[in-house]
């Protein structure tokens, strides 16, 4: 007679680990899905944070409404005496926003020992038309007191600057049109010529070239024998000068 035991409560053991394996297993989607979750918001509240603080033309207009008249002004002033400051002013913008951003630390006076970029050998003597931002940081302080960053004044010069020089640009060549016409009017009255051709055979051109014509200073001839090409200016060679800092 085989002895009988009373019914127990645990379960097999294969039971316990198929249970414990399904619970850790919705643990971890769990897990994964509120990481989901989390990076899901940290994302919206960035793209939020990101259109708040997108450019706009229009951030003055309450603040200093003259803002972009007054810098205008002291720029067609300066342009008056220095033709050049236009050019200037965008370039000194591209070197502000070149390095870490457009923060107007380009502006910045060396203090303490501590050259500022304006100062440093790539920009000292090279890098102008510093005076004319101060002048419009002056005028802008006058109209309204501690509204107008620095940064924003050399990035609405260079604004201005390019508007101001594509408006000469247009008014230039409206002017010039006339003058542009009669020239192709002229030329066209003029008898064709025959293009002058060397005279020897075309193989043996480099050759003599490089022999009797290549020459310290002096330019080689034949590429301006070709067809439809420049004709050789006797004379001595034109110098270029670069201009000089103040």
């Known amino acids: 007679m085989q002895p009988s035991f009373p019914p127990s409560s645990h379960q097999p053991l294969a039971n316990n680990m198929s249970?414990?394996?399904?619970?850790?297993t919705r643990v971890s989607q769990l897990g994964i899905a509120g990481l989901a979750a989390l990076l899901a918001a940290v994302c919206l509240l960035h793209?939020?944070?990101?259109?708040?603080a997108e450019l706009c033309t229009d951030y003055y207009d309450c603040t200093c409404p003259d803002a972009y008249k007054i810098v205008q002004g002291v720029l067609v002033e300066a342009h008056q005496s220095d033709p050049r400051i236009f050019a200037s002013l965008i370039r000194l913008h591209f070197h502000d926003c070149f390095v870490q951003g457009?923060?107007?630390?380009?502006?910045?006076d060396?203090?303490?020992?501590?050259?500022?970029?304006k100062d440093a050998r790539p920009n000292n003597g090279s890098a102008r038309g510093f005076e004319v931002v101060d002048a419009a940081k002056a005028a802008l302080e006058d109209a309204c007191p501690g509204v107008v960053s620095c940064a924003d004044i050399l990035a609405i010069a260079a604004e201005i600057s390019v508007e101001l020089v594509l408006r000469r640009a247009?008014?230039?060549?409206?002017?010039?049109e006339a003058g542009q016409l009669h020239v192709q009017q002229s030329r066209r009255r003029?008898?064709?010529r025959p293009l002058r051709r060397p005279r020897c055979a075309e193989s043996k051109v480099p050759e003599r070239h490089a022999r009797r014509y290549y020459r310290p200073r002096r330019p080689l001839r034949w590429p301006h024998f070709r067809p439809r090409a420049m004709p050789v200016r006797h004379g001595p060679a034109v110098q270029l000068q670069r201009d000089e800092p103040a």
């Open 102 to 108: 457009c923060d107007g630390s380009l502006l910045l």
């Open 110 to 117: 060396t203090f303490d020992g501590m050259e500022s970029e």
């Open 19 to 24: 249970s414990s394996s399904s619970s850790s």
């Open 170 to 176: 247009r008014v230039e060549r409206v002017a010039g």
């Open 47 to 52: 793209a939020g944070g990101a259109a708040a």
């Open 190 to 192: 003029e008898p064709t």
